[in-house]
């Protein structure tokens, strides 16, 4: 039901230039491919396993092909025309095999023409179609489980966080969590993955604050909630970041891993680790038609702007980014209800009214994207070491989330951003959420907000602002406007940050049929 009374010319506006201030960074992307493209690309082909024999440790074998195919002959034309190729060069039965030939210098690649080139993309085409025959029955799968099993009886759906290192002790958290009412189950990546260039393969034991995203470890976390599922009876979803550097090829394990929802925002690793404007753009549109494809929710981080910028100043800026994100989102392919935006409770509760305020950011979030399952974040910046103040700001945020008819709603511990919170901590939490839910299950039916009064008049002034944003972002280019700092503070230059050289202007006679059958996925 709408309270807010939105002037649909408004709303249609604002999408109208989101749509405009994104066409030309479409355009780019579509005009390039990048390493982690090519990469994912070859793991939906078949490749797996690392070169164990490295000095520096594990490299995968897709790496140590792409970077060997790029050094002979380019990745203009895509990996796949030189690999398949090559495979039926030397005669070799696997792209396994045809990696360890490369490590031993036994391999050259070069760039098939005429009937070789047909015959090369022949052999991709179908290698990579079994792979997205595998996404295709995990989708499936999924559908008959929910079916089966079915949904959490209520929404918001109640997200919770694991991040122990060790992949094993965050079997034990994550089947805890469902038991005691958590219905998603997000692991947490090890700090700094998202700045690899590479996928660690394996099981994993030492990540730091947070467990490495492998296929591995997708595959036993899976399994682990497969179990609970059954002795909870509901489907708990699994979440984890398609995002960072490998962007492309984590989306493509979570297909092949049956994952549920993964972290996927257009802007997160540019803004926040630094990661070249390009190259992001180009991944984030691949890994949204893997999604798409594979029946994945994203999830978007607005939420994090806010832990740099004031969240009532800039409330617009998330407003905006949540309207270019669900254009990225729909151009990719990506249907309105696999698309969780982001936001988060992150005002100062100093600020007079601020619970209001929230309420009317919440409700905006809400209103505008009314088909869109909607992931909304707890209060991390105004946290303190009094965990009973903040217990209770917990409290608030859930009340908000019901109120609002949030989606998902991530568990806010007392503890977050002062300790990497205990298990005792996270029960805690989960209690709070039951407690709000239960005794206010059905109080969204009584909130009316007044016509005139502070939640609406706000509201109206957020999206104002943000419309009135987008028109300068048209004006300006999007590129510039994240290099001069528009989004969380951040300035950006899109010829700067990590892994610029990792992008490939792509050349007339380009081919990757997983693009182009992603692309004609309806």
Known sequence: MALLDLDPEVVATARRLAATAAEPVVAIAKAHTTVAVERATLRLA????????????????????????REHCGLEHGAVLPVFDALRRHDLATLTELAEATAAGQVR??????????????????AVTRGLRTVDRNRARRDKLVAKLGDPPRRPWIYLIVATGDIDEDVLQAQNAARSGADVIAVIRSTGQSLLDYVPEGATHHGFAGTYATQENFRIMRAALDEVSQEVGRYVRLTNYASGLCMPEIAVLAGLQRLDMMLNDSMYGILFRDINPIRTFVDQRFSRQVHARAGIIINTGEDNYLTTADAVDAAHTVTV????????????????????????????????????????????????????????????????????????????????????????????????????????????????????????GGLREDFRPAPDGLIVKRAHQVLGDAVDLLGRIVDDGLLDAIAAGTFGLMKRPADGGRGADGVIPKADGYANPAAELLEATP
């Open 109 to 126: 690649y070069t760039l098939p023409e005429g009937r070789a080139r047909a015959r090369a993309l022949t052999a991709a085409r179908a």
């Open 321 to 440: 980014s949540q309207l270019l994100n669900e254009r990225f989102a729909h151009e990719a392919g990506l249907p309105d209800h696999l698309l969780g935006l982001g936001h988060a409770f992150e005002i100062d509760p100093k600020v007079p009214e601020s619970f209001r305020l929230e309420l009317a950011h919440a409700l905006l979030a809400r209103e505008l994207f009314p088909d869109a399952p909607l992931k909304w974040m707890p209060p991390t910046k105004h946290m303190t070491g009094d965990v009973f103040k903040g217990y209770l700001l917990d409290g608030f945020f859930n009340l908000a989330g019901l109120l609002t008819g949030q989606s998902i709603l991530l568990v806010g511990m007392m503890t977050e951003a002062v300790v990497t919170p205990f298990l005792s901590d996270r029960d805690l939490a989960l209690a709070n959420v039951r407690y709000v839910l239960d005794a206010a």
């Open 46 to 69: 078949g490749i797996t396993g690392a070169d164990s024999t490295h000095r520096a440790g594990d490299v995968p074998w897709v790496n140590r092909v792409v970077d060997t195919v």
